[in-house]
């Protein structure tokens, strides 16, 4: 990531309504007088003045240094100019989850409930934004033949249910591709095999129940975009496919044991460098 491209991008979104809030600063002077801001309220007082505070207050929101506002980028971007980007978006992070526990007190103490959804809102974001990056970056350039099982089990589509059964209560493995041959024609989830239990018993056929609408994943394709098919298929497991056989499987449990392998060894290269 370039910090001074961030940076740029993180500012351009305060800035529009810093130039429309000064727009209808100007407009407002030349042409009438203002109304106190206590007589303007969500529907009261007129609407130019009312627009006014509202692109103020986007300003004053949209610039508190915590993800997922642009405030929160602009800092990280600041920061990643003299540190790494990861540690850059960590320290950022756990800024901004200070500031959410600052404002969840507050709320607190004051009954002001509306800080306590911002502290909630700054507190996730923050901690969704640190997640996000250290994943990508522990993924980023490792390809899927690295991170995928490869020994797992399958199934044929005149498979009764009671087979992927006993296979889930004897192993680990969840989700089952279904071939035909050596074709992959559908996959099995647990969520599926569960409901066939529970509408037709251990005797019906996998076929019945198996998902013919599925995403696959190549071995050489890196994890990061393995890792984005996951999350937008909501899926707990891809079939990895080479030259049409299925060769393993990517799961989110697998992802999360690789990632955390690779972040025990970054530990050990820098305690030894």
Known sequence: EDP????????????VNV????????????TSAFTPLADIGVSTGPFLERLLVVNVMLVLFNILPAFPMDG??????????????TRATQTAATLGQGLAMVFGLIGLLTGHFMLLFIALFVWIGAAQEASAVQMKYALGGIPVNRAMITDF?????????????????????QDFPVLWGNELIGVLTRSDLL????????????QEFMRRDFMTADPLEMLESALARLQECQC??????????????????????FMM???????GRRATA
């Open 4 to 15: 001074r491209q961030e940076l740029v991008v993180a500012l351009a979104g305060p800035m």
């Open 19 to 30: 130039v429309i809030a000064g727009a209808l600063f100007t407009w407002i002077l030349l």
């Open 72 to 85: 929160g980028r602009v800092v990280r971007a600041l920061l990643a100019m003299r540190m790494e980007y």
């Open 153 to 173: 089990q399958t199934l044929s589509p005149t498979d009764r249910l009671q087979t992927p059964v006993e296979l889930l209560l004897r192993g680990f493995q």
């Open 195 to 206: 409901a066939g239990l529970a509408q037709k018993g251990p005797d019906a056929t996998v």
């Open 236 to 257: 707990h497991t891809v079939p990895v496919v080479r030259n049409g056989e299925v060769v393993g499987l990517l799961t989110t449990d697998n992802l999360g044991e």
């Open 261 to 267: 392998v690779q972040s025990a060894l970054e530990r």
